[in-house]
């Protein structure tokens, strides 16, 4: 069996290939360290993350980079990933829908993970699972990030460019500076700039930028349901996915940390915990503090 793993060698050739390796990441079935441990990257693949609140246009606008992107001969890989139901634990997983157009694209692979309740929408599975993807060749990996707030910030630790999608109506902008989440963006799209005020939006958008000393990170104005604006971000990710990366440090030691935490948590299953805690409030004297000290 061991044996067999190791000679998953996953290509952007060979969907299957790609797909059976990622669902033994995904799944930690057997053999999956080892094959992660053998990964060969035989080139650079950039990772571009993007993020943004709901409602955005986040999944619009990866489906206009897609399809500029393809029109350029690239091969793209899309790991989109839902949010994890804090309840039953499920995820929609519904991006294959909102990506429809591109699914049947030889040169485009798409692939839904849920958050498994990780609160910055990013597990240490989709750290592995991108790596899978890096590995398999491709052009480019785009990430698309459920929309969760400031802790999506963890998102820099896993792209190499993260683009930030918002809108005309997000609100107060010093609001938005204050969440953090602006603090990540190598550049800011203003989707649906055909509404109201979007001019205003931007023009604002980019004084706080410069008031910050962030004048080199670019505001885009994009109706990525008509694909207006997009080829100026697609030629943003052509040219920034090239540079040479001056977080690349930090960037793995994001990664690492998350894939360390995740094998110090390896033995704390969420549902066993939900029903060891039902068990537990049936005392008069539950102290939640006391449960966890003793839970290990």
């Given at each position: 069996?061991?044996?067999?793993?190791q000679h998953i060698k996953p290509h952007f050739s060979d969907f299957r290939s790609v797909a059976r390796a990622l669902s033994i990441v995904?799944?930690?079935?057997?053999?999956?360290?080892?094959?992660?441990k053998?990964?060969?990257f035989d080139k650079h693949v950039p990772v571009i993350g993007v993020t943004g609140p709901p409602g955005a246009g986040k999944s619009t606008l990866v489906n206009a980079l897609i399809g500029q992107l393809t029109a350029k001969h690239l091969k793209i890989a899309i790991l989109a990933i839902d949010p994890t139901s804090p309840f039953n634990f499920g995820s929609l997983l519904g991006d294959r829908i909102r990506m429809?157009?591109?699914?049947?694209?030889?040169?485009?692979?798409?692939?839904?993970?849920?958050?498994?309740g990780s609160m910055g929408g990013l597990s240490a599975k989709a750290i592995e699972m991108t790596d899978v993807l890096r590995s398999a060749g491709f052009d480019y990996v785009i990430i698309e990030t459920v929309g969760v707030g400031q802790s999506e910030i963890e998102i820099a630790g896993l792209a190499d460019l993260t683009l930030l999608v918002l809108v005309p109506e997000s609100g107060d902008e010093i609001q938005n500076i204050k969440s953090g989440i602006m603090e990540?963006?190598?550049?800011?799209?203003i989707n649906k700039?055909?509404?109201?005020d979007a001019g205003l939006f931007a023009n604002n958008l980019q004084k706080i930028i410069s008031q910050k000393g962030e004048s080199k990170v670019p505001v885009f104005k994009t109706v990525a349901s008509h694909s207006e604006g997009v080829n100026e971000v697609v030629d943003f990710i052509l040219s920034a996915s090239t540079?040479?990366?001056?977080?690349?440090?930090?960037?793995?030691?994001?990664?690492?940390?998350?894939?360390?935490?995740?094998?110090?948590?390896?033995?704390?299953?969420?549902?066993k915990l939900l029903l060891s805690i039902k068990e537990a409030l049936a005392q008069p004297d539950f102290n939640l503090y006391r449960f966890t000290e003793n839970y290990f």
């Open positions: 069996m061991k044996s067999s793993i995904e799944n930690d079935l057997y053999g999956a360290n080892d094959l992660l053998s990964l060969a429809a157009p591109h699914f049947n694209h030889p040169g485009v692979f798409i692939r839904s993970l849920a958050t498994r990540i963006a190598d550049a800011f799209i700039a055909d509404r109201a540079a040479k990366n001056s977080r690349k440090e930090l960037l793995l030691a994001e990664k690492a940390y998350k894939l360390i935490q995740q094998k110090q948590m390896a033995g704390v299953d969420k549902k």
